[in-house]
């Protein structure tokens, strides 16, 4: 998602300057961009069907909600992104510079728009509005309005998407460093540079705040107890501390070895150094989350990551304004180097998401456990698991072989040296 906005930006320039480096190396990404469309289909086609065959009751119960967003990612976004991203990749030669540049846009439109729809249906899980219960216990949608303007929208998404331009800036810059450092495809290697550092600092600064800000502050206003086992917080204190470092001990219900900022969780919080927050000592146990050190942990990793991306990208950035990063080695081997950071920092925001949500399937309607189909075995999940496991290792190792053949061709077209057959 973050890519399509790239390819975008490339064609938006090649559409104003008229400078066919900018179509080569639109068309380079959007090539990348189609490896990475396949398997997202291949393997988020799995996750649909597993609605219906492990979790059976949940989809039973809440399909007459969820059914409507799924379904608009698939009738609306997904073949508007699908059908354009074909035109984007083979119709150039039929269509002229603007018609093309429109393909370009409604694959970027599609993208977004599937973005939308997906956090709208798990907007909806972690704070189910517009809905009516039944005696029987199925959950009905009582206001289509309410389900796409959830209040817990807006920031969720805009802090997802972002978090998607970063990677894709980190990617484009990174391939950038790897051909400067090679001598290789170097004007192609400054353009992506140049474009993945401007446009990573910007959005790393904006995946800080106010979108991930705002984000914990839903977080801490509809799911408290979630907040307090983020940050290993177990008493209710007044200017509570923000822990940086520290192992969660459940038994004794403390932090150990802790490293935290005095009063400054309360702060971020509320906007008061003295404010209230409440620990898990303030919550029932079995409305805890059920892997605390799991949720602790992925939370700070995608802290500590988010934090050194924003000094990286901060860092290339004073090089590209200074005019030294292109022949600055260090700087191009960290660039390059923190390839798969942004993916291990998404991961980790999602793990966040979806195991600070337990024990609530829908929160505060569904427990987890009422939700799975009542014929599939614990041995038959495990069993299916590592069946999709082994696929999506080859799958994954198929993905690598093709991006990297793409990298290694190269955006520039093949240069005829005249040294043909004799």
């Given at each position: 998602?973050?890519?399509?906005?790239?390819?975008?930006?490339?064609?938006?320039?090649?559409?104003?300057?008229?400078?066919?480096?900018?179509?080569?190396?639109?068309?380079?990404?959007?090539?990348?961009?189609?490896?990475?469309?396949?398997?997202?289909?291949?393997?988020?086609?799995?996750?649909?069907?597993?609605?219906?065959?492990?979790?059976?009751?949940?989809?039973?119960?809440?399909?007459?909600?969820?059914?409507?967003?799924?379904?608009?990612?698939?009738?609306?976004?997904?073949?508007?992104?699908?059908?354009?991203?074909?035109?984007?990749?083979?119709?150039?030669?039929?269509?002229?510079?603007?018609?093309?540049?429109?393909?370009?846009?409604?694959?970027?439109?599609?993208?977004?728009?599937?973005?939308?729809?997906?956090?709208?249906?798990?907007?909806?899980?972690?704070?189910?509005?517009?809905?009516?219960?039944?005696?029987?216990?199925?959950?009905?949608?009582?206001?289509?309005?309410?389900?796409?303007?959830?209040?817990?929208?807006?920031?969720?998404?805009?802090?997802?998407?972002?978090?998607?331009?970063?990677?894709?800036?980190?990617?484009?810059?990174?391939?950038?460093?790897?051909?400067?450092?090679?001598?290789?495809?170097?004007?192609?290697?400054?353009?992506?540079?140049?474009?993945?550092?401007?446009?990573?600092?910007?959005?790393?600064?904006?995946?800080?705040?106010?979108?991930?800000?705002?984000?914990?502050?839903?977080?801490?206003?509809?799911?408290?107890?979630?907040?307090?086992?983020?940050?290993?917080?177990?008493?209710?204190?007044?200017?509570?501390?923000?822990?940086?470092?520290?192992?969660?001990?459940?038994?004794?219900?403390?932090?150990?070895?802790?490293?935290?900022?005095?009063?400054?969780?309360?702060?971020?919080?509320?906007?008061?150094?003295?404010?209230?927050?409440?620990?898990?000592?303030?919550?029932?146990?079995?409305?805890?989350?059920?892997?605390?050190?799991?949720l602790y942990y992925s939370y700070h990793i995608m802290v500590g990551l988010g934090t050194i991306l924003i000094g990286v990208m901060a860092l290339a950035a004073l090089g590209l304004w200074r005019g030294t990063l292109y022949h600055s080695t260090a700087?191009?081997?960290?660039?390059?180097?923190?390839?798969?950071f942004p993916y291990i920092a998404t991961t980790a925001g999602w793990i966040t998401a979806e195991v600070g949500r337990q024990p609530w399937l829908i929160y505060g309607i569904m427990r987890t456990p009422a939700g799975v189909s009542p014929r599939v075995?614990?041995?038959?999940?495990?069993?299916?698991?590592?069946?999709?496991?082994?696929?999506?290792?080859?799958?994954?190792?198929?993905?690598?072989?093709?991006?990297?053949?793409?990298?290694?061709?190269?955006?520039?077209?093949?240069?005829?040296?005249?040294?043909?057959?004799?």
């Amino acid at each position: 998602m973050g890519l399509a906005l790239l390819i975008l930006i490339l064609k938006t320039i090649a559409l104003r300057t008229g400078d066919e480096h900018y179509n080569r190396a639109a068309r380079f990404w959007a090539r990348i961009f189609a490896i990475n469309f396949a398997m997202g289909v291949v393997t988020g086609i799995p996750m649909e069907f597993q609605f219906g065959t492990n979790w059976s009751r949940f989809s039973k119960a809440a399909g007459g909600v969820l059914g409507q967003t799924l379904a608009m990612e698939g009738v609306f976004s997904f073949f508007l992104e699908s059908s354009f991203l074909g035109v984007l990749l083979y119709g150039e030669k039929r269509l002229g510079p603007r018609a093309h540049w429109w393909a370009a846009f409604l694959v970027f439109a599609g993208s977004w728009l599937s973005g939308f729809f997906i956090i709208a249906t798990d907007a909806w899980m972690q704070h189910p509005v517009g809905y009516q219960l039944t005696q029987d216990g199925r959950i009905l949608l009582a206001s289509f309005s309410g389900l796409l303007l959830n209040p817990w929208i807006f920031w969720q998404y805009l802090h997802n998407m972002i978090g998607a331009v970063v990677t894709g800036s980190f990617v484009m810059a990174s391939v950038g460093a790897f051909y400067l450092l090679t001598k290789r495809n170097e004007d192609y290697g400054r353009t992506f540079v140049r474009l993945g550092v401007t446009t990573g600092i910007i959005s790393s600064f904006l995946m800080a705040f106010p979108t991930g800000d705002q984000q914990g502050k839903n977080i801490a206003f509809h799911q408290p107890p979630t907040l307090a086992a983020m940050e290993g917080l177990f008493e209710t204190e007044n200017g509570a501390p923000l822990a940086l470092i520290g192992q969660p001990d459940l038994e004794k219900r403390r932090l150990d070895n802790p490293v935290s900022v005095p009063r400054a969780l309360s702060f971020l919080t509320y906007q008061r150094w003295g404010a209230q927050v409440k620990g898990l000592n303030a919550f029932p146990p079995d409305l805890w989350p059920d892997n605390i050190p799991l949720l602790y942990y992925s939370y700070h990793i995608m802290v500590g990551l988010g934090t050194i991306l924003i000094g990286v990208m901060a860092l290339a950035a004073l090089g590209l304004w200074r005019g030294t990063l292109y022949h600055s080695t260090a700087r191009l081997w960290l660039l390059l180097l923190m390839l798969p950071f942004p993916y291990i920092a998404t991961t980790a925001g999602w793990i966040t998401a979806e195991v600070g949500r337990q024990p609530w399937l829908i929160y505060g309607i569904m427990r987890t456990p009422a939700g799975v189909s009542p014929r599939v075995s614990t041995g038959n999940a495990l069993f299916t698991l590592i069946g999709f496991m082994g696929i999506y290792t080859i799958l994954a190792i198929l993905f690598l072989f093709l991006v990297y053949r793409e990298i290694e061709e190269g955006p520039a077209p093949l240069v005829d040296t005249g040294l043909g057959e004799a």
